[in-house]
C-alpha cells in the first residue's frame, strides 16, 4: 500500500491525500450504486485504487483513480477493443471503472525470467488478436505524437540521452508505418490468465505505428529486466523474436525502445518519481541502437 499512497501524493499532493481519505466513502456509494459485495484491494497497486470483489454473482474488478479522464480513455480503448482478448467493461462513472475479473488472474510477470520463449509467443498472440482488424477511427485518443512532445521540454538529469532521443523520435515519426489505435501500455501485469487463456487490461489507447507497441513488454518486468545479469541479452532475443514473429523491422524496435525509455525516465521526473529503472534502461538500448 505504502508505494501506491506515496505515488499518489508525489503525483497530486493535497487533493491525493484528500482522495485517498474519501476511498471508503467513494466505495461505499459505488458498492451500494453498482451491487457490489466482498471488495478488496489486489497487491501490487500502483497509481490507481483497484479492488476484487463481486457484482452478484459474477467475479469483478473495480477500479478508482483520480486522472478521470485517463480512465474515461481507457474505457473507450477498451470498449474499441471489445472481443480482441480485452476484459469486458460492465459500467463506468467518474473516476470508477468496472470491468470483468480474470481468473485465476496471475500475470505474465510470474513467468520471468524462465519462460520467455513461451512468454513472448503469448505476448505475440495478444498483440495480434488486439490489431487482427486495426482501429483507424481515432476520435478522442491521443497520438504518440503527443505523448513524445514531452522530449522537447528540458530536462538536465538527461543530458545527451535527451538529444539523441529527440534526434530518433523525429526520424521514426518522420517514416512512420500506418498508425492505428494501440494499447499503449503492454507488458507483463498487463497480461493475465484467464480461463486456461490469457486477457489484456488496462489499455492507455493511444494512436501510432504498431512497432511503437511491442517496447513496453521489451523493457518489463521494471523491478527485475534492468538489474538482470543477463539483461542485454534478454532484451535483444525480445526485439528478435517480435521482429520476426510480428513482421517487423528490428532496428525500428530498437529506436522505439530508446526513445521510450528517455519518454519513461522523463515522465516519471514530472511525478516525482526517481527513474532508476528507465535510467539503466536507455544505457541498454543506448548501447544497442548505437552500437
Ligand atoms: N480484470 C482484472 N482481472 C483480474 N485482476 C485485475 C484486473 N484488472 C486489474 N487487475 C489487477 O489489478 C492490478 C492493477 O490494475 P491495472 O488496471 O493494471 O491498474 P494500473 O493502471 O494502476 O496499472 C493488475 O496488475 C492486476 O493484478
Ligand atoms: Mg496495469
Redo the contacts with the bound molecule.
Sequence with gaps: MLLFENNIINIYGNVGQKWLDNLPHIINDLATQWHLSDLKP???????Y?L?GFQSENPI?L?LSLDTKGLIIETSALKAFKGRGV?EVLDQTGGALL????IP?Y?LKEFFPNRETEVIAIACEAIKKLHSVPIINQNGFSTINDWLAALDKPCEQLGQSLIKARTLRDELLNTTDAPILLHGDLHH??I?AHDNNW?V??PKGVIGELSYEVGCFIRNPLDDLPSHSDSLKIITNRINAFSKNLNLDPDRIAKWCFVQAVLATVWSLEDNITPTSFKHLTDIFDELVFK
Aim: charged residues 30%; negative net charge; proline residues 0%.
Design positions: 489486489v497487491e501490487n497497486l500502483s497509481y490507481n483497484v476484487s474488478i477500479k476484459v470491468i470483468e475479473r480474470a488472474g500475470s501485469d498487463n493475465l486477457k487490461i488496462d
